[in-house]
Nanobody, 121 residues
Framework: VQLVESGGGLVQAGGSLRLSCAAS????????MGWFRQAPGKEREFVAA????????IFADSVKGRFTVSRDNAKNTVYLQMNSLKPEDTAVYYC???????????????WGQGTQVTVSS
């Protein structure tokens, strides 16, 4: 499956952004979807994941209560709604598809190219 992220940009602290990840292929609904991010000079880290049905979600502690993840299998799209953004949320955000629903990067075998999110203070 091929993935393309969009929706990144520059936002002030406290603001919101919604990232989208569009997938190609007819098997999108079979995949768990994850969001990861990589800040400059840091390793890529888990942000959120959603099960194939959308019925289960998991979040990193750093974003709990601020971010939500959802998917529309009819549109082959997964979303990451980011509220109350902080400067430390600045990173390149990646979506990923895999057969395993968990926060480990190795569970995902298809990755998008990433979209930049910059939060100014």
């Amino acid at each position: 499956v091929q993935l393309v992220e969009s929706g990144g940009g520059l936002v002030q602290a406290g603001g919101s952004l919604r990232l989208s990840c569009a997938a190609s292929g007819r098997t999108f609904s079979s995949y768990a979807m994850g969001w990861f991010r990589q800040a400059p000079g840091k390793e890529r880290e888990f942000v959120a994941a959603i099960s194939w049905s959308g019925g289960s979600t998991i979040f990193a502690d750093s974003v709990k209560g601020r971010f939500t993840v959802s998917r529309d299998n009819a549109k082959n799209t997964v979303y990451l709604q980011m509220n109350s953004l902080k400067p430390e949320d600045t990173a390149v955000y990646y979506c990923a598809a895999g057969l395993g629903f968990n926060p480990r990067q190795r569970a995902y075998d298809s990755w998008g190219q990433g979209t930049q999110v910059t939060v100014s203070s």
